[in-house]
């Protein structure tokens, strides 16, 4: 398999891209990613005004968290530019929930216990509010709440966090061997395969932190599209997700790819909660744009799979013909998947898989990490593990 893009239905190029594994190899030779940085030579020269809606419908699927980034990232870069919005905390939200219910629900039975628990998850998702719920609607804090409870807790939700929060694995083991629905059956079969992490092996991504230095990373994207496999963050690959928010910062990292399963349940439910600042609702995400310099900003939030990045630089702003001169995106999967990333450090642990399909390890790992994008094994004969259908392959 080549570098080469290949375009879509649509003509564009294929943004997505395709992961390759090789378990058991060491790191540098076990994962490579055909994933390529291509959204400034497809934005160069746009009006700046288009930009948010390119990037929505390139990344179809997380739309709404690239749309809002853009958005951010072009009010900093150019103050009044753009028809003042309201602050993204509601709308990412939403997107950041169903998303998180899309993932549990489609991917996990796929991956982690096929032909058991499908058909009860699909079941499951027809009835969901944070799916159902016209986009201009309140919350729905209490539907949600109760259909956690009925339909995949068993319990009420803010005592399953209440408990996670104080036990994390430890509560997530007992509560799986206690409660008899698909979701936790899932959970109790897939523990048998947990894969190690180190996460503290390289730093997590919170430029925006109160270390963390985003003029650092702005001078670094400035000027030229920097390739995946290439993306550092204090001399190091990264690492983002449910896990790095910068509202939990204190807490400690997971130790295993089971044990991220909790957490993405347990932001679900933190989204799901009343508005409590820094705590729940629309409070837990963490948003926000810094002005680089006359016409270039850096933005970012707080999406399902970790910290989305968005650099912009304008030209045109003095005189009122703002186009856009460099745009580069950095989506969770960039940092997670990089060459020398968390998920590369975990694979060279693994025994080398010489089936066809990826084995019940590498199957949790991906499940954990969440790639945003189909994977093989590093054989060209290999069935991807996630089907290219159109609405999953177009987003980051």
Known sequence: MTGRTTPGA?????????????????VGHNLRSTRRALVGRLSAGQPASVLPGLLGSLFSLCGQSHRLCSLLALQAAAPGLLPPAPPPGRALQRETAAEHVRRIGLDWPRLLLPDESAAAALADLRNCPWLATRADAPTPWA????????????????TWLRLWRSDGADWLRAWSERHDGWLARLLHAARPADVALDLNAVPALRPHGPQGDPYALGRELAGHDTEPATLEWQGQPAHTGSWTRLRDAATSMPASAWALLGGRIAELVRLSLPDDPAQAGAGWLHWGARPLGPGQALAWVEMARGLLIHYVQLDGVADGESRVAACQVLAPTDWNFHPRGVAARALAHLPADNAHEPGPHVRLLMAALDPCVPFH????AAAPTRA????????A
């Open 388 to 395: 290219p259908a159109a609405m999953e392959t177009d987003h």
């Open 143 to 158: 539907e949600a709440l109760d259909w956690l409870q009925a339909r995949w807790l068993h319990m009420a939700p803010d």
């Open 10 to 26: 649509d003509g564009l190029p294929d943004l997505a891209g395709t992961l390759y594994l090789r378990p058991g190899a060491p």
């Open 377 to 380: 094994l590093d054989d060209d």
